[in-house]
């Protein structure tokens, strides 16, 4: 399997090129869409059977499996938008310098898909078993939040063991064991203009009132316990010798376990309830939705089958927690075993300076064919 890989790997280049070279922002439908149809093709040629999920705005998701899968056990998935807007490939298309390749979405995730596609063609070529056990998810809008994705990644889940996410490897080359959830929320606070200079008396400050709330949301955060609590934008206020009549702030939420979302749900409502200004008033909207991607035993026995294979191929597989969420979540969050970052190395997703580290994308394709074949046997 290793030598059919190595000598694919100017081939699982070019498909990169190609589909780096495709805008296929969140936004851009017509563009995840075409990245869609070529990996179809492909797909197709191997044997798998592909349902393409229409949506009118979002691009389409994919759900793929072998035309001889039965009840397949593993659920891959992978995403095909990229954060970048229409127009990013001809400012900057896919270029290759010394061992890395550059481009919108290299790494996040057009690698992923084409790593995820060529173990698929090595066990293919190898006459394994194990193609039949898989069912692959491509969705479109994971950058936004799987919107119309979730669902269906939430359903397929069903009945699965394991889960493999093909987001990056980070920098260090660690797979994802665990992953923070969390929340928005936006606090307005309304209160009564007055010059501060003339009648100051008949003002009530919505700024006053935000500073109070500021500050006893900064509280809940317990940085031992993973729960974060940041107000990290506030607007307010409409001159400087007015007491102000409105407020807003935006706040982020992370947390590590699922029961901490009712907890702090209950803690931000209690707060927002009441005022410390007189006369002021607090709209509170938003929710806690994101799960986390929890780190328990079924994560760390499927983590020590993927370092078992690591071993056998050469390569030595840490792994890491990290505060962003992502798709992973809706697969633990459905009780399957989970591991994430199973994509190729490189860093600065999400930036101009993305790369791929070229050298890892064969060791990686290995890695993870093994790994399907393995939690198969
Ligand atoms: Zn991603």
């Known amino acids: 399997m290793e030598d059919f890989i190595q000598g694919k790997k100017d081939e699982m280049l070019q498909l990169i090129e190609r589909l780096v070279n495709i805008d296929s922002g969140s936004y851009v439908k017509e563009g995840i869409d075409e990245v869609g149809s ?34 397949p056990k593993i659920i891959l998935v992978a995403h ?28 996040d995730m057009k690698s992923s898909l084409v790593e995820l596609l060529y173990a698929i063609k090595a066990l293919e070529q190898n006459g394994s078993e194990a193609i039949k056990n898989v069912q692959i998810i491509l969705n479109g809008d994971e950058e936004i939040g799987s919107v119309t994705s979730r669902p269906l990644i939430e359903q397929l889940s069903q009945g699965k063991e394991y889960a ?15 992953r923070r959830g969390g929340g928005r929320y936006t606090l307005i606070v309304k209160g009564k203009a007055a010059h501060s200079g003339i009648e100051p008396e008949k003002g009530r400050s919505a700024i006053e009132e935000l500073a109070f709330k500021i500050i006893q949301l900064h509280s809940l955060t317990d940085h031992e316990k993973g729960i974060s609590v940041n107000v990290g934008l506030i607007e307010g206020g409409s001159s400087v010798n007015t007491v102000s009549a409105s407020a807003v702030a935006h706040v982020d939420i992370r947390i590590s376990e699922m029961e901490q979302a009712e907890y702090l749900k209950e803690k931000i409502h209690e707060i927002c309830s009441k005022t410390e200004v007189d006369g002021t008033k607090i ?24 370092q ?47 790369y791929l580290e070229i050298d890892t994308l064969p060791e990686r394709t290995l890695l993870l064919a ?7 046997d």
């Open 164 to 178: 493999l996410v093909m987001e990056p490897a980070r920098k260090d080359g660690s797979l994802v064991s665990a």
């Open 80 to 107: 095909m938008d990229t954060v970048f807007p229409k127009g990013t490939v001809a400012e900057r298309p896919f270029r290759i310098e010394g061992n890395r390749a550059y481009g919108p979405g290299v790494v």
């Open 370 to 376: 093994k790994t399907i074949e393995r939690l198969t």
């Open 308 to 354: 078992d294979v690591g071993k056998e191929i050469g390569i030595s597989v840490r792994d890491t927690a990290t505060g962003g969420g992502g798709d992973a979540s809706f697969t633990s969050a459905s009780g399957v075993a989970t591991i994430d970052g199973l994509g190729p190395v490189g860093g600065n997703a999400h930036s101009e300076r993305e």
């Open 283 to 306: 709209f509170l909207e938003g929710d806690i939705s994101r799960p986390p991607m929890e780190y328990n035993e079924q994560t760390e026995s499927l983590l020590q089958i993927i």
């Open 38 to 71: 070529i990996l179809k093709e492909k797909y197709e040629e191997l044997g798998f059977v592909v349902d393409v999920k229409e949506e009118n705005e979002n691009g389409n998701n994919l759900v793929i499996q072998h035309r001889d899968a039965k009840d």
